[in-house]
């Protein structure tokens, strides 16, 4: 990891650390009322990028594995690029400003003001159940057939 990489991502924990999230290799993760928010950061295999991924665990008592791809909940936050097409994928020492812009307005101006699991069913049944991975124990405590 280059000193820009490691630069960049210092800014984005510096900014979720002033959220009162919490620190793990490249996971950070804030326990609310009802559940555990989680937000990672995953290297592209193909390219020096990386994904933000964001996870919800739905009992906020599971801290045994704080790893987004381990939440009942998934999504990855994305922008629209000049292209006007959706893109998940960042160039992390030029776009940490634009990251932390889209975590703001993607996951902390949502799921970061909800406190309990019913305020989280309304959000993913409103955007639609389709936006995200749910477990089938998600999809079990949110009533939602396959």
Known sequence: ?????????????????????????????????????LIDLQRSAW?????????IILDNDNELSLKTHNSDIRY?????????EYRDIYKIEDDFDSIIQLIQNQVIDVFDNMENIEEVKAKILTDGEEEYLLTLKAKEKFHIKE
């Not at 990855?76 to 006007?84: A, G, M, Y």
């Open 76 to 84: 990855r936050v994305s922008c629209l690029n000049k292209q006007n």
């Open 47 to 55: 390219s020096p990028e990386y994904y933000v991924n964001v996870g």
């Open 1 to 37: 990891m280059n000193d820009d990489i490691k630069k960049a991502i210092n800014k984005i924990a510096l900014f979720l650390k002033e959220l009162d999230f919490k620190k793990k290799a490249l996971t950070w993760h804030k326990k609310k009322k009802e559940f555990i928010l």
